[in-house]
């Protein structure tokens, strides 16, 4: 039986993690760009559930802003906004100028 | 303010009060109906409206045509096997017309 990750309705659940964690800085930027291009109708929120979903096990090793944020990224590889070289190409640009 | 989504829903299958059962498939792709009520009868609780379909605007389609969406109100205990309540409590979950068949 194909169950996705988001569909744990009636599963032993575990203790629940009620502590507020806030944002991280790149958490509000990655929610950002996700909001403009659900926004600009560039993705639609339905393909990013389903991108998610399909990280397989990654789903569940992936931090809520981390997950969403790779989801995003395979979304816009997947329409071709950008190609996985042009991507790779932009963060080796942005590792050497902030010397990371 | 955004304008609601409802959408009138001629043509539909099912109406309030109708018994129904979800359908027990479990085929891949991006499925709303929660495994938990697959296979499991309940009742027409109201009718939604028609909406884009979901399961196709996952995957960059325009969701044509929109399917009717009910929300289908079912008795826990028909739903969790070891629902132990003495009361008739509830679970309402919408659904769409495609994964619906009467009961």
């Not at chain 1, 559930?49 to 990280?55: D, V």
């Not at chain 2, 299958?13 to 697959?38: C, E, I, L, N, Q």
Request: aromatic share 10%.
């Amino acid at each position: 039986m194909n169950r996705n990750p988001a569909d744990i309705g009636g599963e032993a659940a575990g203790p629940i993690d009620t502590v507020d964690h806030g944002m991280k800085f790149w958490e509000k930027q990655a929610n950002a760009l996700r909001n403009t291009l659900t926004g600009g109708k560039v993705v639609r929120l339905d393909e990013l559930r389903r991108a998610a979903e399909e990280l397989g096990d990654r789903y569940y090793r992936l931090g809520y802003f981390e997950r969403t944020t790779e989801a995003m990224r395979n979304l816009l590889l997947e329409k071709g906004l950008f190609t996985r070289s042009e991507l790779e190409g932009k963060i080796n640009e942005l590792r050497r100028r902030y010397d990371t | 303010m955004t304008p609601s989504a409802y959408t009138p829903a001629p043509g539909k299958r099912f109406k309030v009060g109708d018994r129904v059962r979800v359908k027990t498939a479990h085929p891949p792709g991006h499925r709303r109906t929660p495994a938990y009520v697959r296979g499991k009868k309940g009742e027409i609780e109201r009718v939604c409206g028609r909406f884009p379909n979901p399961e196709e605007l996952a995957y960059g389609f325009d969701g044509e045509p929109r399917r009717v969406l009910y929300r289908v109100r079912f008795r826990q205990r028909d739903v969790w096997p070891a629902y132990d309540s003495p009361s008739e409590d509830f679970i309402e979950v919408e659904i769409y017309e495609h994964w619906l068949e009467p009961s």
